[in-house]
Structures are given as C-alpha cells and as structure tokens.
C-alpha cells in the first residue's frame, strides 16, 4: 500500500467528521487559526496524516522527528512563538517525556507553554506519566481530529 493511498483514504474517512465539526463551531475555530504548533513525530506517515488533519483547523505547524529537535527548535523560537506541542512519546535520540521535562526547565517565560502527548498509549499509568513529567494533556492515536479540536480550545483561550 502506497502513503499516499492511505493517506487519501483517511482524509476521506476523516472529512465527514471535520466538515460536522467545522460546520457546528466555526465561530470556536476562529481561536485556533494562525496559532502555532511544533508536532514532535518520528513516524513521517503520522506526520502526514496530523499535517493533513490539523490543516483543516488552519494552524501553522511545524515538525520535528525527536525530542531532542524539539527542544532545540523550541529553544530557537522567539519567546512566545509556539502555542502548544503536542508531542509523541515514542521517538528516538530524546522521548516526549524527557523533551518535555527539557523544555520544562529552561529558563524562558513560555516554557509553561501546553504541551499534549500524542501516543498509542492510552493506559491510565501512560496518562499519568505524561502528567508527571510535566505534559497537561494526553491524545490517543490514532488521531481523532474533534478530540484534538477540543483539546486545542481548551489550552489556546
């Protein structure tokens, strides 16, 4: 199966479920447009699939595939750049929970920034470990573009 087949695939299983959702809060969306997300993803299929997903909510995204990219084009930014990450667990060189716990402890006045795992595990004891190392939200995979709406709402006020 090519990427780009499954990619359409899910776009056309997800678009009936955007459409509802942008129909019915459209003035609510208005919040999230132009905010700035860093998606920490390893996988480039999952990128993809969230790249496509979230474009949809009209926010600007940037991706990097570890955590320890992330901390550093986090670093980089201008205080204040990034809304939220959202960021996977699972990634090589740095995982979410130490990049978040990175970003956590740098002495800038966005580090408090919301910061959303994003993992297939969606245990109890996953969630509270993301909550421990300093995450305030946790999204299952694979990715439901209302719950990831409503979670954005609920952090970008």
Not at 26 to 31: H, T, V
Not at 66 to 76: D, L, M, P, S, W
Not at 117 to 122: K, P, Q, R, V
Request: glycine share 6%.
């Amino acid at each position: 199966m090519f990427k780009s087949t499954l990619l359409d695939a899910l776009n056309a299983f997800a678009g009936a479920a955007v459409e509802e959702a942008a129909g019915s809060e459209k003035s609510a969306d208005l919040a999230l447009r132009g905010k700035h997300i860093l998606l920490a993803e390893d996988n480039e299929l999952n990128w993809e699939v969230a790249r496509e997903l979230l474009s949809v909510l009209e926010m600007d995204l940037d991706w990097v595939e570890n955590g320890r990219i992330c901390v550093a084009k986090f670093e980089e930014s201008p205080v204040g750049y990034y809304d939220v990450i959202i960021m996977d667990v699972r990634m090589p060189v740095m995982d979410g929970y130490e990049a978040t716990m990175a970003i956590r402890g740098l002495e800038r006045g966005d580090a408090d920034l919301p910061i959303i795992a994003m993992t297939a595990d969606a245990f109890s004891e996953d969630i509270q470990k993301c909550l421990e190392c300093g995450m305030n939200d946790h999204l299952a995979k694979p990715i439901d573009i209302q719950a990831v709406a409503c979670k954005l709402k609920k952090y970008l006020k």
